[in-house]
């Protein structure tokens, strides 16, 4: 089964409102989380990169504003699009590792099924 | 940051065929895996291969690290196997895991 799970898998939202995606990890504490864009055809776009307690790193050309990322705990990660807008729909997919998850010293990470975002 | 190349982008096999895609990377990483995307953009694990090979019935996996690339073999391809395959490899702190461009895989009955 899933052991990463998004929440919500599509969202249709009005120009100016803010969106809001959950991330968990199921069966493991996921100590580091990542955030993609993915337009279509396209590879994926690392947006962010999450550690629970801190604040995220983002990459360059992310608007940290825009792109607000919360990772409260070590089971959960949020990713807030505010004040969406067109340009804003994407295909969202969050990815979470564990050391713990792999075994051993590995660090194999696993994907959410992703979040269709489309702004009206 | 890490640079990583997949070819061919395209590949048309007919059913029964195998195949072998190509994933190189520019830098040491400590970890690599492959990925299938299916139509409804699932990214499902195949194999977290950082060295060596791994088999997983009709799909093995390569990493040569020290040369900087790893293969995926498809055997006896099937319809079930169309989608894009992406590799994605993290740096030694794994902060980052980047991605390549993928190979989008169309196999004809």
């Known amino acids: 089964g899933a052991v990463v799970s998004q929440h919500p898998s599509w969202v249709i939202c009005k120009s100016g409102t803010s969106v809001k995606i959950e991330c968990r990890s199921l069966?493991?504490?996921?100590?580091?989380m990542f955030w993609y864009r993915q337009f279509p055809k396209q590879s994926l776009m690392l947006m962010a990169t999450?550690?629970?307690?801190?604040?995220?790193?983002?990459e360059q050309g992310v608007e940290k504003d825009k792109f607000l990322i919360n990772h409260a705990s070590l089971t959960l990660s949020t990713l807030t699009v505010t004040s969406a807008h067109p340009e804003d729909s994407s295909f969202y997919i969050c990815?979470?590792?564990?050391?713990?998850?792999?075994?051993?010293?590995?660090?194999?990470?696993?994907f959410g099924q992703g979040t269709r975002l489309t702004v009206v | 940051g890490i640079q990583v190349e997949q070819s061919p982008p395209d590949l048309i096999l007919q059913e029964g065929a195998n195949s072998t895609l190509r994933c190189n990377f520019s830098?040491?990483?400590?970890?690599l895996q492959w990925f299938h995307q299916n139509p409804w953009g699932q990214l499902i694990n195949l194999f977290y291969?950082?060295?060596g090979t791994k088999q997983n019935g009709r799909l093995s996996a390569t990493t040569v690290a020290t040369e900087r690339y790893s293969l995926l073999y498809i055997s006896s391809s099937q319809t079930t196997d169309s989608g894009v395959y992406f590799c994605?490899?993290?740096?030694?702190?794994?902060?980052?895991?980047?991605f390549g461009s993928g190979t989008k895989l169309n196999v004809k009955p």
């Open positions: 291969i950082p060295s």
């Open positions: 999450s550690n629970e307690g801190s604040k995220a790193t983002y």
């Open positions: 069966d493991f504490q996921a100590t580091t």
């Open positions: 990815s979470a590792r564990s050391p713990e998850r792999t075994g051993g010293t590995g660090t194999e990470a696993f």
């Open positions: 830098d040491s990483v400590n970890n």
């Open positions: 994605a490899v993290a740096d030694g702190n794994f902060n980052k895991f980047y």
